[in-house]
């Protein structure tokens, strides 16, 4: 304890002997009698930090102030006046850079407006072009199923018909197809493939006599891949489906599992699928039927009716 206290002591001593000697310079210096600490105290009432001075004097009332906005320079003005002249060409000129600020926001509202326009008058262009394409490939591929002499021909030119499919299907995948030049042919070709679909089945079941090559077919297409059944089987082939297996094998539950699988997969029926529906339903075949299938004819008229909502 006797140590620590003669080491505090010493301590204090020796600060207070550093204190002293720094009061004696500040004392002997010219500056420090003109100036007094109370000035300098941060406390005093007239005392204020430069720059709060300063950020006083600079500041203006919000009146005074003007809003920047942010101008485009020459160069961007004139490449945005050249990409609306090159994409309206027949619209109102953009305002230069030197017209007023009520000048200058009225043609961006035209701009969107006649953009959405031009947009949704090119995309109907370009349904009915493909619906074009569409009905003269569809055309060519009934004419030539017609010109067709035997059932084994068909066959033959079924196959040729799925190779020729997943050939497309191989083309869709690649990055390049959007900038191949006969895209749209090749589009047009896979909206006219459920519609050839329905012509082999029908003309296998009613020119051939052959509803089991019918049904195969629609189950080929069905199973071979999933981009085959979303192009392939659509409402065309499931109308010709339904059709095959009622009016050749009465199966009135297969017609309600098939008017289900419709519905699951966002397949919507025609006109002539619910026409057809109400007449298994009316039909006397169908009020023969037992208490075991009305469950199955109540399905169909639901399933049919679904989409006249």
């Given at each position: 304890?006797?140590?620590?206290s ?5 301590t ?13 310079v ?19 009432s ?8 300063s ?7 919000s009146?005074?102030?003007?809003e920047?906005?942010?101008?485009l ?24 850079a ?8 009225r ?5 969107f ?56 299907e ?12 006969d ?12 519609h ?13 006599r ?11 297409v ?20 339904l ?12 017609v ?5 699988e ?28 037992t208490?075991s ?5 109540y ?11």
């Amino acid at each position: 304890m006797s140590f620590n206290s003669a080491a505090m002591r010493g301590t204090i001593c020796y600060r207070r002997g550093a204190t002293a000697r720094r009061s004696s310079v500040l004392a002997s210096s010219p500056n420090f009698a003109s100036t007094s600490f109370a000035s300098q105290s941060p406390l005093s009432s007239k005392a204020q930090p430069h720059w709060k001075a300063s950020h006083t004097e600079k500041r203006r009332p919000s009146s005074d102030r003007k809003e920047s906005r942010p101008t485009l320079t020459s160069n961007q003005s004139q490449a945005v006046s050249v990409m609306y002249n090159f994409l309206f060409p027949n619209s109102t000129p953009r305002p230069k850079a030197g017209h007023t600020e009520q000048q200058a926001t009225r043609p961006q509202t035209n701009f969107f407006d006649e953009f959405a326009k031009r947009a949704e008058a090119h995309n109907e262009q370009l349904q009915k072009a493909q619906t074009a394409t569409m009905k003269t490939i569809l055309a060519k591929k009934r004419a030539d199923i017609d010109g067709l002499q035997d059932d084994q021909q068909l066959i033959r030119w079924t196959a040729d018909l799925f190779a020729r499919q997943e050939e497309i299907e191989s083309l869709k995948r690649l990055p390049s197809f959007p900038q191949r030049a006969d895209r749209d042919d090749i589009t047009a070709e896979l909206e006219a493939y459920s519609h050839i679909i329905g012509s082999l089945m029908s003309t296998f079941r009613d020119r051939y006599r052959d509803p089991h090559l019918a049904l195969a077919v629609f189950d080929h297409v069905r199973h071979r891949s999933v981009a085959s059944y979303v192009c392939g089987c659509k409402t065309p082939a499931y109308h010709q489906l339904l059709i095959t297996l009622w009016t050749c094998f009465k199966d009135l539950r297969g017609v309600a599992n098939a008017l289900r699988e419709m519905k699951v997969n966002g397949v919507e029926p025609d006109t002539r699928i619910r026409e057809l529906a109400q007449k298994i339903i009316e039909s006397p075949l169908g009020k023969m039927m037992t208490e075991s299938a009305s469950g199955d004819l109540y399905e169909i008229d639901r399933l049919a009716k679904r989409a006249q909502a």
